[in-house]
């Protein structure tokens, strides 16, 4: 799959003046490559940009019922003149398992929908991160639900008169809803901006049962429209900043989800009773939360109330979704393949070379542990391949069992660990990473290139810059050593606050490469050096449960320490388990991994390779079974989708 091939057949490169460079001259439409695709060091089966640009949030990503297609957008790091980005970037799938990256689908400035394209100055700077909700009327029917795109503008008071926060609220909606069943193109209605003078992240928005639609931002406003067709055209007002909706970044309300498998019945018994909490607020500040309680829904332009639920005192405490390098998600609902519902939630990982998105959570609540939970979505079984390893029963520790996986599975695969529970305290996992000593290093003519990705060139600094703004592209390090005659190779690290940041590092003299998935290296100029062998600098990282058995016989949960590499939480587990799970997604240069079906998740970066290979490991006696699957690429081309038939019948 080159995703390169596909461009010409889906525009005509539109020639502007832009402000960042992509590979054929300025960034517009049409030319829209940052740089060549991150190649097979990168991670392989998650969504991450194509194009050779940064990425980070979510943006909107939803089902379309008139079509059967799943979109999932996010912030790109490209921009047009006088902008500085991100603007909005498209992934499209009918599966959840194959996906097709997308052009550009909202550009900072510019309706590109038309020919020629139409200039909306009212969002020249960026397009920062939105959301998506169905509305009734908005697909091709004139009644059906289509997708409504509410996004925060970014302007500035020479372009706009009425800027005067910096940030509006507009909308985009599909420009061939009817004839394109990819969405393409998207298209600013001629009224916008919906709303001035606002702060950025609008949330979806939400009816209440008189018809009232409505939306909060970063601030805690909340904004309404009184109705589908005034959501339509534009028609919004403020209703008023709401005490009960903390100030965060790229909020969520909704209500709350399904039944975690195995909770059914107390849910269902305190549904029954009315003593159930009612809704999800969920936020992005310094990690991303979950509140549980209950929403009373008021009048017409009047603000609600988000509440404790007596008896439920306990999930309105702030819980992080994920304790490692997970941030600003996005959620919306999603059909099943027998015709329900359900939320599933994606993340922005923070991991090398320049981040991706999560996989796809399912989000239910399990009444009996009291958390909400977060499961990779069933579809995901389908990018196995055949077992590489499978192993029921077998005795674990004290010590580390080797599962003998073949070389090159690892890095991107799969592992599933059931572990029963022991009588007796002991912390018991799983290892991915270097299996045995490491090879001894061998000399030899080690190239040294223009831009090295996960390679750390350690020592030789004379110079070290902080950029504290999240994701920046390594080339900003590279040019720095371009200009600077002393430089003759660099590094760009990704540390320090806030999370996301980086530090260059100039170095006046060649050092020896290591691996390291925090980092990108460059000389100015290639050459090669003797050098030792390069190993990761992170061989192995181990995801563990100190278990300790409860000490008092008669309680219904208790909690143990979890770990993965330096992230750690608290999982919650109850009397009547027997045994618990652990599951590592292993994509390259991080993990995504899931304690006891998601009660715990964590995003955590660490580098693999071809010799990677899988422990469990156990400091007391356990038994384990444990299968091991390799992952399959999820990438397609546009065409592809187009040809493959329907598979969610259903609307949301």
Sequence with gaps: FDPLSIWNMLWIPIVLATASDCLNGPCSPGNEFCAQPFGPT????????????????????VFDPVHGVIHHFYQIHLALVPGHGPDYGHFVSKDFVHWAPMPVAIWNGLDSSVTPPRKTPYDNEAIFTGSATLVPGAAPDGVSPGIVNVYPGLCNKNDWANCTTGTLLAIAVAADYASDELLTNWTKPSFNPIMEGTERDPSSAWQTSSG???MRTYNSMVYGAASSADFLTGKFYTIGKSPSFRTCECPSFYPLPAPSPGSEDTYKNELDAGTLPTHVHKTSCGGDWWQIGTYDEPAPKVLGQFNTTDGWEDVWTQRKIDQGKFYASKDNLYPTKDNTTRRINWGWAQVPPQSTQTLPR???????????????????????????????????GPGNRDLGVKSGVVKTSEVVAVFALPKTAGSFGVSIGKS????????????????????DMPGGDYNVTHYPTPNQDAAVCEAACNTDAKCVAWTWVERGAPAGSHDCCLKSVLMCPDLNPTCTSGARKA???????????????????AFTPPANASVQKYTVPVQCGTTHDTLTLLASETSVEIRVYSDMTFFEVFFAQGRVAMTVVGGLDDTSGVELTSTAAVIASVDVYPIESIWVTPDSVRAQPRIYKSSV
Excluded at 48 to 54: A, E, I, V, Y
Excluded at 527 to 545: E, F, Q, R
Aim: include cysteine; glycine fraction near 8%; charged fraction near 15%.
């Design 527 to 545: 050459t090669s050096l003797h050098c030792p062998a390069p190993t990761p600098s992170t061989p192995t990282t181990t995801c563990t449960i």
């Design 436 to 455: 045995g000593p490491a090879p001894p290093p061998t000399p030899g003519n080690t190239p040294i290139g223009l831009r090295m990705s996960g390679t």
């Design 362 to 396: 399912e989000v239910t609540f399990n009444a009996d542990a009291r958390v909400l939970q977060q499961y990779p979505i069933e579809e995901l079984k389908d990018l196995r391949g055949p077992a590489a390893v499978s192993l029921s029963s077998v005795a674990v």
């Design 212 to 214: 009232e639609w409505r």
């Design 42 to 61: 990168a991670p392989q089966y998650h969504l991450m940009d194509q194009h050779g640009c940064g990425e980070n949030d979510p943006n909107g990503p």
